[in-house]
């Protein structure tokens, strides 16, 4: 399949792709969320404001009702009348198609903690026993996730630079390129079924093409297919010289296999060289 291949370590990748941070307000963000795991149900002794939860109580012939409503959320025009309201304070409102008056029987509203290290022992994160452990730890959760978003502009340099100098041989007979055809003209018939098109008439709507000729859609379907399958041609490469081999039932879903290998050595070669600060 390859002829000559064109390794992804001789690629220079510009130093800003190999830089990234992770923000205070980044690691708070994570630390909240982290906090409100542990969040409680507090009563409110106060007046109502946004964000407490409000029951109502009110009686009539059937017996007694009670209504709750999350004031701030926007769910009814009833939440307009409670702020600044309080427990045993009375409202009329217009519910079930009736005037009732209602009575505020409870207000609650949901407390999230400050976390300790006895909150960050309850997570059971391994090696995590303490806040300064866990803000490490959500350090490279950060990183790893900045590294990520910084390699899908390196991949795109590092995959032209792939495909434009490897040499390879003429892949339009060979199966992964007619299974991916197979497949992507499978899912043009599948929308032109559900529009009542044709095949042709479907063709560029399902390319996203639209005003383009049946002949520019079939040839760009054709090199998206070739793209792919030397895409897995050059997955295949590196994991035979990694000693990996991938065996799917299905033909196109091998060379997909390839394809998230060729992805896979590329970030591990990579990710080591970007350097995450910690702000």
């Not at 452990?133 to 990520?148: G, N, R, V």
Request: hydrophobic residues 45%; contains cysteine; charged residues 25%.
């Amino acid at each position: 399949m390859i002829k000559k291949l064109y390794h992804f370590r001789d690629v220079s990748v510009p130093a800003p792709l190999l830089q990234a941070e992770v923000t205070r307000e980044e690691m708070d963000t994570e630390l909240a969320l982290v906090a409100a795991r542990f969040t409680t149900i507090e009563k409110v002794d106060g007046p109502i404001a946004e964000g407490h939860v409000v029951a109502l109580e009110y009686a009539d012939e059937k017996g007694n009702h009670r209504i709750y409503t999350n004031v701030g959320k926007g769910f009814d025009d009833l939440e307009e009348k409670l702020p600044g309201l309080s427990v045993g304070d009375k409202v009329a409102l217009r519910y079930a198609g009736k005037d009732v008056e209602a009575a505020i029987v409870s207000v609650k509203r949901p407390a999230v903690p400050a976390l300790t290290d006895a909150h960050v022992q309850q997570l059971g994160i391994e090696n995590v026993a303490n806040l300064a452990a866990l803000e490490d730890h959500l350090f490279e959760k950060l990183a790893l996730s900045q590294k990520k978003r910084k390699f899908r502009g390196i991949m795109g340099i590092v995959g032209k630079a792939m495909m434009e100098n490897t040499e390879f041989e003429d892949l339009l007979q060979h199966p992964w390129y007619l299974a991916l055809h197979e497949v992507m003209m499978g899912r043009v018939a599948g929308f032109a079924a559900q529009n009542g098109l044709s095949v042709e008439e479907a063709l560029p709507a399902a390319l996203r093409m639209e005003g383009k000729s049946l002949e520019e859609c079939q040839e760009a379907l054709k090199n998206m297919c070739l793209e792919r399958a030397k895409q897995a041609a050059l997955g295949k490469a590196f994991a035979d010289e990694n000693g990996v081999s991938f065996t799917a039932a299905e033909t196109a879903d091998l060379a997909g296999e390839y394809v998230d290998y060729l992805n896979e050595v590329v970030f591990a070669h990579f990710a080591p060289q970007i350097a995450v600060e910690r702000k």
